[in-house]
């Protein structure tokens, strides 16, 4: 991995993907940090060291809302817009005939989720500053806000807030365009990974070396699982009737029973399953929030009845959010691993390819077999996201079974990266080092015919 580094920046080309995409996570970094109009810095402060559900939409928005900048949603909006899409792909006629047009269907669908991505937007904008407005303690977050109290203010809010949004989202299409790696999760991991150092220098400065190495081993443990999970592969053997293999004196080379494989990730889904499963669980809590009572106050009335049992079930300060959250991202897995695979139309491929599956017929059999077959390896990578995705409530049961662990207890809830940022973290290093690697492997390539050429 470090040699391949190396290499690229030693390919004028390379070195400058590489270099404009560090450029633009330094600019998303910049306007992260610039907050939203009349924000009490103090009292957010106060907010987020006492809420949970705060910090898993921090983890979406990049650690920009911690300090409510005007990139506070981040991409949530974006991915919750294209879950919409997905969802209703299948069921749409005319949505799925674009999916099947190549090119010019997904840049409509694309075109699609930029405008959902706006009403969604200004939702979720509201959502966060109700959350803000209702859950302090005692110094107000935001100095006015409200369109009966401060209209102007409350619209200038929300239309920065949506805004921040889309320039992130178009900042991580200039890095997939013009970069190294997927924009939308480089943009991510640049959130996730710039909060590492302060983490871990609030450990040190505490003293809570038993939590510090704690932390240090379950996320070696788990950084070792995740990579050995995303690069597991079951291979199924493929042969070739006859295959041409060039001219020699005038006449076709061919040779036959030709056998290759076709490797079936353990996990294609990549780390996908659990930013859907975090955007769909903090969609109701969102839309919990408008209607619930104020601060010490008890629900009135059937709607803040409901909005209070709904924040209860999914806000994970409660028990049941996390098995709750396990079964999420369990059906996600799925969910995405069919839609990927699907797409794929592998059994049709090879058929038009004259291969066949040794024992299984060409067509509806062979395509059986690879849905049994995927199916059945996606359930050891559906359970172990799960549990990645529980780690934290994991370890807090377990260490709170320990006496003096109290430091680690709490520690928990602020893991140095948090389980899913982690399996975020560690699944787009090792995507964005696999096109690195085929960068540098099409440029040696393109070096040798040349070679060949011009020789």
């Known amino acids: ?185 480089i943009i991510i991991l640049g959130g996730i990974v710039a909060r590492l150092p302060q983490n871990l220098l609030n450990l040190i400065i505490g003293q809570q070396w038993l939590t510090l190495v704690v932390f240090v081993l379950v996320t070696t443990i788990t950084v070792a699982g995740i990579v050995i999970v995303l690069e597991g592969k079951l291979m199924i053997w493929v042969q070739y009737s006859s295959r041409t293999l060039g001219q020699r004196g005038g006449r076709l080379r061919q040779t036959r029973s030709v056998r290759t494989h076709i490797p079936l990730r353990v996990n294609m889904a990549g780390m996908i399953p659990l930013i859907f499963a975090q955007s769909i669980m903090v969609f109701p809590s969102t839309i919990a929030s408008y209607f619930m009572p104020a601060a010490g106050q008890a629900p009135q009335g059937f709607v803040q009845t409901m909005a209070y049992w709904v924040d209860r079930v999914f806000n994970p300060q409660y028990t049941i959010y996390w098995p709750l959250y396990f079964l999420m991202v369990v059906f996600f897995t799925y969910f995405y691993t069919d839609v990927v695979f699907q797409q794929g139309n592998w059994a049709e491929n090879l058929r038009k390819q004259g291969a066949s599956i040794p024992g299984i017929r060409p067509g509806k059999r062979t395509e059986v077999y690879l849905t049994e077959k995927v199916r059945r390896i996606t359930l050891a990578g559906a359970l172990f996201l799960g549990v990645v995705a529980i780690l934290p409530w994991l370890v807090r049961l377990v260490m709170a079974l320990f006496p003096g662990a109290g430091g680690v207890t709490t520690g928990s809830n602020a893991l140095l990266i948090s389980s899913t940022g982690l399996l975020i973290v560690v699944g787009v290093v090792l995507d964005t080092m696999r096109q690195l690697e085929a960068q540098l492997q099409m440029r040696h390539y393109d070096k040798f015919l040349r070679r060949g050429i011009l020789g």
């Open 1 to 185: 991995m470090i040699q391949a580094v190396r290499n690229a920046f030693t390919l004028p080309d390379l070195r400058k993907k590489i270099l404009y995409t560090f450029l633009i996570l330094a600019i998303y970094r910049l306007f992260a940090h610039v907050p939203v109009p009349g924000v009490n810095a103090t009292a957010l402060k106060q907010l987020f060291e006492s809420n949970q559900l705060l910090g898993l939409l921090d983890l979406l928005s990049g650690g920009a809302m911690a300090n409510f900048s005007v990139m506070a949603m981040g991409v949530y909006p974006y991915i919750t817009a294209s879950i919409i899409l997905q969802l209703l792909t299948p069921i749409i006629p005319a949505l799925e005939n674009l999916q099947k047009e190549g090119e010019r269907g997904r840049n409509k669908l694309n075109q699609y989720t930029w405008w959902l991505t706006v009403p969604l937007g200004a939702l979720q904008a509201y959502g966060q500053a109700v959350i803000m407005t209702q859950m302090r303690g005692g110094e107000p977050i935001l100095a006015s806000f409200g369109f009966r109290d401060a209209p102007l203010t409350t619209v200038a809010i929300l239309i920065t807030m949506t805004a921040g949004t889309l320039l992130a989202v178009w900042l991580g299409e200039l890095i997939s365009e013009q970069g190294i790696g997927n924009g939308t999760s």
